[in-house]
């Protein structure tokens, strides 16, 4: 069972274009960070978001963390090609002194020229 | 944030043999992590590596297939024993701290 859904898994757009990658859940996560990630690279974090209802912006990046805590939302304004790569939300657990990042299956995307 | 170096950052094996992984932080962190990727795919959490204890290891990895050791708070290794076609994969290694963590580069195993 996936703890994280995120979707679309692949997304193609043209450069100009907006979108909104969606990452869902059941579970109440402590926080949800953002990755992106570059082929032969490491997932790279773009943003925490902590508090419910919190809405982050990194320069064309809109990140949100929805009222419960459960979901959290990307929308990319005018995507460039060099947005493309894997997008990874990751939820964050903690139990006592034991903390735990689970991953979503991560969106795929490929912004065209 | 801190800077993870992870190596080597590929290589190919043959079945039976182990390869062990080092991760090297350029600060200290509380939690490191071992995670399991396809390309372009997501990740798979391995193990958290504790410092100065054993690693708690997630449903479907053991300590034997992957022993992994944490002797202070700045490095880390994970060894894939005995390893099979069915290892292939990119290992990374993570570490940080509550709101955000840094990933090693990976390492790209090949099993023949």
């Known amino acids: 069972t996936q703890l994280l859904e995120q979707s679309p898994q692949f997304l193609s757009i043209q450069e100009g274009e907006n979108l909104t990658v969606y990452c869902n859940s059941s579970?109440?996560?402590?926080?949800l960070q953002w990755y992106r990630q570059e082929p032969g690279e490491g997932p790279v974090l773009l943003v925490t978001?902590?508090?419910?209802?919190e809405v982050k912006k990194l320069k064309r990046l809109t990140f949100q963390f929805g009222d419960a805590r459960k979901d959290s939302s990307l929308h990319i304004t005018a995507a460039q090609p060099g947005d493309t790569g894997l997008y990874l939300c990751?939820?964050?657990?903690?139990?006592?002194?034991?903390?735990?990042?689970?991953f979503g299956k991560g969106t795929l995307l490929t912004v065209n020229p | 944030s801190a800077v993870i170096s992870q190596k080597p950052s590929r290589d190919i094996c043959q079945r039976g043999t182990s390869l062990t992984i080092q991760c090297q932080v350029d600060?200290?962190?509380?939690?490191m992590f071992w995670y399991r990727q396809q390309p372009g795919q997501s990740l798979t959490l391995i193990a958290t590596?504790?410092?100065?204890?054993?690693?708690?290891?997630e449903s479907g990895f053991v300590i034997d297939k992957f022993p992994i050791s944490r002797p202070n708070l700045t490095f880390s290794t994970l060894t894939v024993s005995n390893m099979s076609p069915e290892d292939s994969s990119i290992y990374l290694c993570?570490?940080?701290?509550?709101?955000?963590?840094?990933f090693g580069s990976g390492t790209r195993l090949t099993v023949v």
């Open positions: 990751a939820g964050l657990k903690s139990g006592g002194s034991n903390y735990k990042l689970t």
């Open positions: 579970s109440v996560f402590s926080s």
């Open positions: 978001v902590v508090t419910g209802g």
């Open positions: 600060s200290q962190v509380t939690m």
């Open positions: 590596a504790n410092q100065g204890s054993e690693a708690t290891y």
């Open positions: 993570s570490g940080g701290q509550l709101y955000g963590y840094t």
